[in-house]
Nanobody, 120 residues
């Protein structure tokens, strides 16, 4: 499975970005998809996930500011990020699999990620 993340960039505090996750095949339609982020020197953390049926969950650090959703027209799983803060600066990754794989971050491969920088 080839995962591609896009949409990152530089944004001022309080701004918004929309990230997109695309994948080869139909895995985004049949599996749980999650967004993660990683800051250099820290562990990668899961921040949002969406099940095949649309159930979502969020880390406390992003709850109320980030929204994960499927864009069926583009066949992607997107992450809408509002009210971004400097602490949100990280490389953002997505991946898809079973709930166990999502939780354990147990995947055969990862995409390149997309850099999000929040700075004035």
């Amino acid at each position: 499975v080839r995962i591609v993340e896009s949409g990152g960039g530089l944004v001022q505090p309080g701004g918004s970005l929309r990230l997109s996750c695309s994948a080869s095949g139909t895995i985004l339609n049949i599996a749980v998809t999650a967004w993660y982020r990683q800051v250099p020197g820290k562990q990668r953390e899961r921040i949002a996930s969406i099940s095949r049926l649309g159930s979502t969950s969020y880390a406390d650090s992003v709850k109320g500011r980030f929204t994960i959703f499927r864009d069926n027209r583009k066949n992607t799983v997107d992450l809408r990020m509002d009210n971004l803060q400097p602490d949100d600066t990280a490389v953002y990754y997505c991946n898809a699999g079973t709930m166990e794989a999502i939780t354990r971050m147990d995947f055969d491969s990862w995409g390149q990620g997309t850099q999000v920088t929040v700075s004035s």
